[in-house]
């Protein structure tokens, strides 16, 4: 028993250590050399910039259906109270 409560403390102590957490390095962090790294930073970059400019789209287009729907509505209203009932 105590062989098992001194081995879950070990653990525990090993696993929470500092030396053993995975903390970026700071002299790392300008950048990489590598070109598998400057590839994916690159398709990052791009399907950033795609997301801004479908994001703008979506705007536009749901001012212009908004538009289209108000235009519709009012159509809609003076056909209703031009019919005869």
């Known amino acids: 028993m105590k062989t ?28 990489s050399n590598d070109p598998i790294v400057k590839m994916h930073e690159q398709i990052a970059a791009a399907r950033h910039v795609y997301d801004r400019k479908v994001a703008a789209a979506k705007k536009v287009f749901d001012q212009k259906k908004a538009a289209a729907a108000k235009e519709r509505d009012a159509a809609i209203a003076v056909a209703r109270n031009g019919a005869p009932q």
């Open 4 to 31: 098992l409560i001194a081995a879950a403390l070990l653990g525990m102590a090993l696993t929470t250590s500092t030396a053993w957490s995975q903390t970026p390095d700071p002299t790392t962090q300008g950048g």
